[in-house]
């Protein structure tokens, strides 16, 4: 049977609402208390497979006498190319699956071969030698045109010809856990003559998923559209945190520079393409037609529910925002097309932002931003206090999941709390 | 004597205007047909000095009982931070003087040690971890945003009070001698409707200097300006190819992404900060005072001259620039305080670039967007033909050096020729 089918069950437990059931099997980096080595792992249930140990038992061997699962990172595992995701992923499927004998009935293995979730801590899954963030949601850039720019010319005329997209800061891309630290910097508000220092007023999450390039491509090849999916690795829930103060000052004309540079999380499950394939649906119709190389057909969206909660220190979440990633105008194929059409290499690893997923209602936004229109409407939180922007010891959490008659593939979370802003 | 002394010389002859006198010992990477392994050298006069071999010989130990010098790039040198910089420099500035037989007289080791760097092909010098570029000229800023904006504001509001930078693409950044591909995209005219897909008609160069980040900082741990400067392993030339076409419709909100990704070339000779010290001299006043975390007191610019040239295939080249860093408004150190301010991390090997670098006068404008004001008015090149932007196997070649009495401190040049879109 393929990883896929929905017949397959695992000699794990796996609860009904869980996001890791044996059609998903996401990769990821673990360390435990009893062992600091990093190490990949699978999700299944609460628990998770430790590959590391099933290479080392020669269960699982992704590329003939070589190991794969226990270094820093997954980028060795990715390298490898899809191919070889496809076959490890098959053999881990067969390796979980109820009815096979080899691992299930081999107790002193299963007591090194699996450790629970809540024992392990995650590591960030990549190395990231570049990192991409789009602006692809037509209702976001709607939404952010109307407060920072002109209501009536809200879309600018290059958003529906052209995925949008800017370079972001690669090096603080960080796991989800990762304390943010509330950045300090330049603002000016509309009723001041000079710029002001200090920590950010406006501090906000952004939901968004993120593809990770899986096979990259040479300087000045670019990869067609029809080529795009065989690139691409997986995916992850993001963060991109912002501070929308020292954007609005900085950001012409150049784009987002320190208002996104101090932050960016990431959820520590890839999930791969190979999992999400049953939830492919057509994305939102294209009007103007975009150009020849970024024309494709069939379903190019994925249907995926997102949310975001805030949840302040010490009380439980409120959820803030539902949207769903299949709003997305363009699509994964049509970004990565874009990104490498002047020849622009692409490396294992690279983090591509699908920018900020909001929906057509007003509670499915995907900011701060855009939930209280730039601070002026304030939402209410489950514990009665109110909120525009972020404060100090504020969480945020942002899961998603795609759901199928009897399971769901899921991410998991990516979650982090705000820490107060350095002393300046 | 400090291997600054403009007193010192080397056993190995160095012209007058040579830009690798021993005051300079600029680091890069090369390889040589008689011996393809990656490494390092130096460059005195019309030689490099192969540090590896000087490590095998134990002549030159920068880590005792490691090799730095025999890797892929310098990366594993530069870690080792600013106190191992200057020791190193030292021990072959000692190693090369002329009074020093211990090199001078080994025959054997000489003709091991030295080699013509006409023979030897010029590597990346480093791997990029993040490449950052500053907008940092008032006189380009002003320009562009004459021809882009609007003439009577044409520098932006926030311009004179941050080192306004985006996130450049690291994957592109290329070793001088590499052809330059030219990109194909998306550019709408004035006069058009809709976009077109095709080669850029308005490839162009940017005049820069780029940093490169010697001792990296923690996620949330900004570096004080008074620190900066011991964070900065040595400076780069740096051609930073831009579409202006496909930029001008790309632009906006988010900043240039494929007009700048498919090309940034630098050239090969690290040239240390120490050995700039000696050039230092007063930047551009400031006005209005910048903010406290950007204030910074004496020499804070760098006397250095710096030419772009235009060769057409099979024709000598023009001198199309005369500029000089000393123009710049920010400062490295202030460059550098901003990036992290927010408690954005740097890594070893990130390249920052200073932004096209333009004077105050017509010829010492930094791109040919500036040269020729968006194309309306050609240059003319010394083989009596015109150029509004670049053709199809132009070369261009841009040269830098800090003068001395009695020598230069030179950067030698990053030359890119352009080479025909790919057919769509």
């Known amino acids: ?13 796996v609860e009904r609402d869980s996001h ?30 430790d590959l590391a140990v099933l290479e080392q038992a020669k269960l699982l061997e992704v590329v003939p006498g070589e190991r794969v699962f226990n270094r820093a990172t997954l980028n060795a595992f990715i390298e490898r190319g899809p191919e070889l995701w496809s076959r490890a992923r098959a053999a881990i499927s067969d390796l979980l699956r109820h009815d096979n004998p080899r691992l ?19 590591l960030m899954p990549i190395s990231v030698p570049g990192y991409t963030d789009f602006y692809s949601s037509k ?17 600018l005329p290059n958003w529906l010809h052209l995925p949008i997209a800017y370079n972001g800061r690669a090096s603080s891309v ?9 950045p300090n910097g330049q603002t000016r508000g509309s009723d001041q003559r000079a ?34 999916a065989s690139h691409v690795f997986g995916m992850v829930l993001m963060n991109d945190w912002s501070a929308r103060d020292i954007q609005q000052w900085e950001y012409i004309p150049l784009g987002p520079f320190n208002s996104k ?46 949310e975001a909660s805030l949840a302040p220190a010490g009380k439980p979440a409120t959820t803030i925002c539902r949207t769903n990633l299949r709003y997305l105008y363009w699509s994964i194929a049509q970004q990565l097309a874009h990104h490498t059409v002047s020849g622009c290499n692409l490396r294992v690893g690279d983090l591509m932002g699908s920018g900020t997923i909001s929906g057509p209602t007003p509670d499915s936004l995907g900011s701060l931003l855009e939930l209280t229109w730039n601070g002026s409407r304030p939402i209410k939180l489950d514990d009665g206090s109110e909120r525009c922007f972020l404060e100090d010891d504020d ?25 107060a802003a350095r002393a300046v």
Chains 1, 2 share one sequence.
């Open 139 to 155: 209702e976001h850039a709607t939404n952010v045109g109307s407060m920072f720019r002109d209501a009536k010319h809200a879309l």
């Open 20 to 49: 890791f059931p044996i059609q998903n099997l996401p990769f990821g980096m673990f360390t435990t208390p009893a062992n600091y080595a990093p190490r990949a792992g699978v999700a299944i249930g609460s628990q998770i497979l």
């Open 195 to 228: 710029p002001v220092f200090g920590p950010s007023a406006k501090l906000d999450f952004e939901l968004e998923t993120a593809f990770i390039v899986g096979a990259g491509n040479e300087l000045g090849e670019p990869v067609p559209i029809g080529r795009a």
């Open 261 to 306: 540079s101090f932050a960016t999380s990431i959820s520590p499950w890839i999930v791969t393409m190979e999992a999400l394939q049953p939830f492919r649906v057509a994305g939102p119709p294209q009007d103007p037609s975009p150009l020849s190389y970024l024309e494709t057909s069939g379903a190019q969206a994925y249907d995926i529910r997102l």
């Open 104 to 122: 299930r009935d081999d107790a002193a293995l299963r007591a090194r071969a699996f450790v629970p979730a809540i024992a392990a801590r995650m």
């Open 395 to 419: 969480e945020v959490i942002i899961t998603g999941y795609a759901q199928a008659k009897d399971h769901r593939v899921g991410f998991g979370e990516v979650r982090g709390r705000v820490v």
């Open 1 to 13: 049977m393929h990883p896929n089918d929905p017949r397959l069950n695992s000699f794990i437990p």
């Open 174 to 182: 960080v796991v989800s856990g990762t304390p943010v630290l509330r």
